[in-house]
């Protein structure tokens, strides 16, 4: 009988060893089978994280490029304003130029109109200055006659003519003396006209337009 349960308690213990054994090993597999997910699972992890990363690398990428493109085209915009203001100005420029040109032509052809004119006008200026004493020289029986009166037709039209292009006599007789219209030969007394006043007219003085042509040759009073 003793022999039989010691044999029994040799077994017992047996199959608790064995249980043990199969535990440990069972845990052990488990270990490693976790193991396993979590070194799966952290490589998933890592293919994500390298395609976000791949896919934040091209995201950036690609807004530097739109960048560079925009920079670019800014770029060839602003040169392209830059030669408009400057083909601008140019225009400008040569505008003012051609319309002082013009100014200055135009002036230039006035004063040579001008020129002319006066130096025409002192050339009739001496025939005038024979018709009137032609005229003053006739004898007071032809005064009237077909002669005398032709004379004077001819003298008035002459007048008329340089009337109407602007010629007109300087006034003298009555008048302030004034360098700018009279020129003074010799004084004389006068018992009418005060002192520095014009006398007596010995030659006639004449303006065109604004711009004396001949002074008047005067006598002052003293």
Not at 34 to 61: H, I, L, M, R, Y
């Amino acid at each position: 009988m003793p022999n039989n349960d010691k044999e029994i308690l040799e077994e017992n213990l047996e199959d608790v060893e064995n249980t043990e054994e199969t535990s440990e090993e069972t845990a052990e597999a488990q270990a490693v089978e976790n193991e396993d997910e979590n070194t799966s699972s952290e490589s998933d992890e890592t293919e994500d994280d390298a395609v976000e990363s791949d896919g934040e690398e091209s995201k950036t990428f690609a807004e530097k490029r739109a960048e560079k493109k925009k920079a670019k085209a800014d770029k060839k915009q602003d040169a392209l304003k830059e030669k408009i203001d400057e083909l601008e100005d140019k225009v400008k420029r040569q505008m003012a130029e051609f319309d002082n040109f013009r100014k200055r032509t135009e002036k230039e052809k006035t004063q040579m109109f001008e020129t002319g004119a006066k130096s025409v006008i002192e050339k009739i200026l001496p025939v005038v200055d024979n018709f009137e004493r032609g005229l003053a020289s006739v004898p007071e029986e032809e005064k009237g006659k077909g002669f005398a009166d032709g004379m004077n037709m001819i003298y008035k039209q002459l007048m008329n003519e340089l009337a109407n292009i602007g010629v007109t006599p300087i006034e003298a007789v009555g008048q302030e003396f004034n360098p700018d219209f009279h020129n003074a030969v010799m004084q004389v007394e006068s018992d009418e006209y005060e002192s520095g006043v014009v006398a007596q007219e010995l030659q006639k003085g004449y303006m065109y337009r604004d711009t004396v042509v001949r002074h008047s040759m005067v006598a002052v009073v003293q």
